[in-house]
């Protein structure tokens, strides 16, 4: 589990400036599902968004 503090927006609040990359320019994501959601994290940044 990560010890810092990770930064989780919703997707339809800060959407994609480019389709399938993240604001750092990555387009490497760690995805998961959890209570029915769909979080995507970013593995250059770290930031997380919930599609």
């Given at each position: 589990?990560?010890t810092?503090?990770?930064?989780?927006?919703?997707?339809?609040?800060?959407?994609?400036?480019?389709?399938?990359?993240?604001?750092?320019?990555?387009?490497i994501?760690?995805?998961?599902?959890?209570?029915?959601?769909?979080?995507?994290?970013?593995?250059?940044?770290?930031?997380?968004?919930?599609?």
């Amino acid at each position: 589990m990560d010890t810092k503090e990770e930064r989780v927006v919703l997707y339809k609040d800060e959407p994609d400036e480019h389709s399938g990359r993240c604001e750092c320019g990555n387009n490497i994501f760690h995805s998961r599902v959890l209570e029915g959601k769909f979080y995507r994290k970013c593995q250059e940044c770290g930031k997380t968004k919930i599609v």
